[in-house]
């Protein structure tokens, strides 16, 4: 039997982007018996849980995941853990010590809990900034972890730390490594802003992209919706027990390329504004999806350049106007404080 069946489950981050995503598809198919939701909305919101006050096995818990009295409440009879509460790699470009401190920290703690809780499976969203730019590619799970930035350094101790509990304790811990995800919810503000929803705002008011370098750094960018069932399906494989995961759709995809995409499905001719290279950035991330696919036979459904279209709909069904979305994007946003819109009128 699927361990996710009638299993209370809980994901901490599970009011941000990914983390509400794989709340909706917990609870459309995979038959849980509860979701708890253990997020401090620092950067998550209440209305991406579409579920709350409709569905009566979700619960949000809007508390720290280092308080503990919280933590201990949010873990009382839960059998499955996914853990994805964690700061942004912009964020630590301004903010390091913060960024360790729930990242690793934070990590360290959840799994202690978790482990006293007896929680039959434990799912730690981990990241592709661990290996910081791509020494070959495809990536394996070999790959060396060389991460540019305190982030991806955060995230990799969270991941030994995961794999430590299932080699010292026998915890049965996953490590997933998710690379990039776009879709509806994903972040265009603040220093949480990616470069795919910033794109589509700027385009969305006539604005070229920004792009920082020369736009030839590449990335493997996933839909949400697939990043959400792959990891569902990586909670419920028991041969991913102990095991390290790459995550991504083995397709690559080059700034350049992924701002004349925005622009045609925008319906607009937008010469890209070239920036100084952002600090930290990694050159070329592109996944070998071999291992995902034996252990789970998981394969991505959606298209990139369909899943962009359908992205560019959604922003534009959004309640806030463009431009008052873009007052919420600052041009540099790993140091949020010094930046103007370029091409802003
Ligand atoms: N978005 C991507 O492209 C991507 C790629 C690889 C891995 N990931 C991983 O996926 C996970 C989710 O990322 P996301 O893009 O959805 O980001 P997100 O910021 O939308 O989600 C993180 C959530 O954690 C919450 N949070 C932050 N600090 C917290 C704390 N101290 N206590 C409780 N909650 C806290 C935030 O409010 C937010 O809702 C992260 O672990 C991230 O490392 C994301």
Partial sequence: MSVLRNASVLVTGGAGFIGSHLVDELLARHDVHAVRVLDNLVNGREENLEGIGRDERLVLFRADIRDEAALEAALEGVDVVFHLACLGVRHSLHDPSENHDVNAGGTLLVLERAREAAVSRFVHVSSSEVFGTAQYAPMDERHPTWPETVYGGSKLAGEAYARAFHRTYGMRTVVARPFNTYGPRSHFEGDSGEVIPRTIVRALCG??????????????????????????ALGKCDAAVGQTVNLGSGSEVSIN?????????????????????????????LVDPTLVRELTRFETKVPFSSGIADLVEWFRRRPETPQAMLARIEDRNWAPSTTVTAGAS
């Fill in 207 to 232: 604005l070229p992209p920004l792009v920082f370098g020369d736009g030839e750094q590449t990335r493997d960018f996933m839909h949400v919706a697939d990043t959400a069932a792959g990891l569902a």
């Fill in 257 to 285: 390329q992924l701002c004349d995409i925005v622009s045609r499905a925008v319906g607009a001719d937008l010469e890209p504004i070239r920036m100084e290279p952002r600090p930290g950035d990694v050159r070329r991330l």
